[in-house]
């Protein structure tokens, strides 16, 4: 077990926060697959090795874990479809797919264009305003509201409680603990609402959906609807945020993406490369066995960081640490790979289309005006606020 560069502090909650790239390439031309002492862990950042251990969760399950520190954790099957192995992952998985084929998605896409146009409306151009609090934080709220049926009247409470939901990914304590279990009750009683009244969205889907003839327990439908909202909104909001940043930073890109729209879905899948919200996930060796020629141990934990993975130059060339909106091809590792391939990716995708399209068509200059505030995690690449000023059109 050789660690040939510098570790990188992956169970530091400031290291994704921080410009964290350089040690996580330095690390990766050094040793792909690296065991780490101080997280007990091996530390994988090269994209083959990545793609090798998602797909294939026989040799590196789920269920013990997938949060880069659920190590030593107790995790229950029942938290959430991200804990389950095959076969009874895909049984699960089916269960909600179908709300998040590309063509149910799609079918969102007036509504979805109808919430961003109603944000852009309420920020004033030429002041400072906070592109999170504003923008980047409600749209996928309000958008995942809609699809669970819960009252968008409650996008406050939300997103403290999935803030802390996330939060808790890194550090479990009692004041996170405690909104996270008032998430549970909130969900509790829409649950009992929809089993009293059906209507047509996912909290229904749930409280009817069958598993073998059995119906989910209000355990496993709890999870589901923890899983639905936390999983699809600080990673929208930080690829919507990430987004911003990286368009201000390159203002050539920008102007090129205002002036034909049609680069946007590239420019998309390259911001969803070079933000990475997910900075890493992790797996369990079943057994003895290898990644690449990296002997592995039955029962070691790999820590997979996708961010270091989507940097990697041996898939993305010499240019893999440079943003390029006309990327072409673009295997990033954002959504994952293999089984557990996120189900939100469709729906991800459409809101950041809609959300640049509109925006540029309406302020294609906008500028930075303070320091990014980054969010510490373990799990996430995120900005807390982004202080921005559009330019009022003049067009
Ligand atoms: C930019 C936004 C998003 C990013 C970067 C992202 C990232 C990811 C990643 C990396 C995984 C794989 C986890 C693993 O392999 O263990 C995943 C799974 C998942 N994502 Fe997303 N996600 C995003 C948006 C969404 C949205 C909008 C939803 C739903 C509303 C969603 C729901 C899920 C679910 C349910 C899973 C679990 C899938 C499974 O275990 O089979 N995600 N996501």
Same mark, same amino acid.
Not at 5 to 13: L, S
Not at 58 to 73: A, E, H, I
Not at 115 to 130: E, F, H, N, R
């Given at each position: 077990?050789?660690?040939?560069?510098?570790?990188?502090?992956?169970?530091?909650?400031?290291?994704?926060?921080?410009?964290?790239?350089?040690?996580?390439?330095?690390?990766?031309?050094?040793?792909?697959?690296?065991?780490?002492?101080?997280?007990?862990?091996?530390?994988?950042?090269?994209?083959?090795?990545?793609?090798?251990?998602?797909?294939?969760? &026989?040799?590196?399950?789920?269920? !013990? /874990? +997938?949060?880069?520190? $659920? *190590? %030593?954790?107790?995790?229950?099957? @029942? =938290?959430?479809?991200?804990?389950?192995?095959?076969?009874?992952?895909?049984?699960?998985?089916?269960?909600?797919?179908?709300?998040?084929?590309?063509?149910?998605?799609?079918?969102?896409?007036?509504?979805?264009?109808?919430?961003?146009?109603?944000?852009?409306?309420?920020?004033?151009?030429?002041?400072?305003?906070?592109?999170?609090?504003?923008?980047?934080?409600?749209?996928?709220? &309000?958008?995942?509201?809609?699809? !669970? /049926? +819960?009252?968008?009247? $409650? *996008? %406050?409470?939300?997103?403290?409680? @999935? =803030?802390?939901?996330?939060?808790?990914?890194?550090?479990?304590?009692?004041?996170?603990?405690?909104?996270?279990?008032?998430?549970?009750?909130?969900?509790?009683?829409?649950?009992?609402?929809?089993?009293?009244?059906?209507?047509?969205?996912?909290?229904?889907?749930?409280?009817?959906?069958?598993?073998?003839?059995?119906?989910?327990?209000?355990?496993?439908?709890?999870?589901?609807?923890?899983?639905?909202?936390?999983?699809?909104?600080?990673?929208?909001?930080?690829?919507?945020?990430?987004?911003?940043?990286?368009?201000?930073?390159?203002?050539?890109?920008?102007?090129?993406?205002?002036?034909?729209?049609?680069?946007?879905?590239?420019?998309?899948?390259?911001?969803?490369?070079?933000?990475?919200?997910?900075?890493?996930?992790?797996?369990?060796?079943?057994?003895?066995?290898?990644?690449?020629?990296?002997?592995?141990?039955?029962?070691?934990?790999?820590?997979?960081?996708?961010?270091?993975?989507?940097?990697?130059?041996?898939?993305?060339?010499?240019?893999?640490?440079?943003?390029?909106?006309?990327?072409?091809?673009?295997?990033?590792?954002?959504?994952?790979?293999?089984?557990?391939?996120?189900?939100?990716?469709?729906?991800?995708?459409?809101?950041?289309?809609?959300?640049?399209?509109?925006?540029?068509?309406?302020?294609?200059?906008?500028?930075?005006?303070?320091?990014?505030?980054?969010?510490?995690?373990?799990?996430?690449?995120?900005?807390?606020?982004?202080?921005?000023?559009?330019?009022?059109?003049?067009?």
């Amino acid at each position: 077990m050789t660690v040939g560069a510098d570790p990188v502090p992956v169970e530091d909650p400031a290291f994704f926060a921080s410009d964290c790239d350089g040690a996580l390439a330095g690390l990766r031309r050094e040793c792909p697959v690296a065991w780490q002492e101080s997280v007990g862990s091996w530390v994988v950042t090269g994209h083959e090795a990545i793609v090798e251990i998602s797909r294939d969760p &026989d040799r590196f399950c789920s269920r !013990l /874990g +997938v949060l880069p520190n $659920d *190590r %030593g954790r107790l995790v229950a099957a @029942s =938290d959430s479809i991200l804990y389950l192995d095959p076969p009874v992952h895909s049984t699960y998985r089916k269960l909600v797919s179908r709300a998040f084929t590309p063509r149910r998605v799609n079918g969102l896409e007036p509504r979805i264009r109808a919430l961003a146009v109603g944000l852009l409306d309420a920020v004033d151009p030429g002041s400072p305003v906070d592109a999170v609090d504003a923008l980047t934080a409600p749209l996928p709220l &309000d958008v995942i509201a809609e699809l !669970l /049926g +819960v009252p968008r009247g $409650d *996008r %406050g409470d939300f997103r403290i409680w @999935s =803030d802390a939901v996330m939060a808790a990914a890194t550090e479990l304590t009692d004041e996170v603990a405690a909104l996270a279990f008032e998430l549970f009750l909130y969900f509790d009683r829409h649950l009992d609402a929809r089993t009293a009244e059906p209507a047509d969205d996912l909290l229904t889907a749930l409280v009817t959906a069958e598993v073998e003839g059995q119906q989910l327990t209000r355990q496993e439908q709890l999870g589901f609807c923890m899983t639905l909202l936390v999983a699809g909104n600080e990673t929208t909001r930080s690829l919507l945020s990430g987004g911003l940043v990286a368009l201000a930073e390159h203002p050539e890109q920008r102007a090129a993406l205002a002036a034909d729209p049609s680069l946007i879905p590239a420019a998309v899948e390259e911001m969803l490369r070079w933000v990475t919200p997910i900075m890493a996930m992790s797996r369990t060796a079943t057994g003895d066995t290898t990644v690449g020629a990296q002997p592995v141990a039955g029962d070691d934990y790999l820590v997979m960081v996708y961010g270091a993975g989507n940097r990697d130059e041996a898939v993305f060339g010499e240019s893999a640490d440079r943003f390029d909106i006309s990327r072409s091809p673009n295997p990033h590792l954002a959504f994952g790979f293999g089984e557990h391939f996120c189900i939100g990716a469709s729906l991800a995708r459409l809101e950041a289309r809609v959300f640049f399209s509109e925006l540029l068509a309406r302020w294609p200059m906008y500028e930075i005006v303070g320091e990014p505030v980054r969010t510490p995690s373990t799990l996430l690449r995120a900005v807390t606020s982004l202080p921005v000023r559009f330019e009022p059109s003049t067009r």
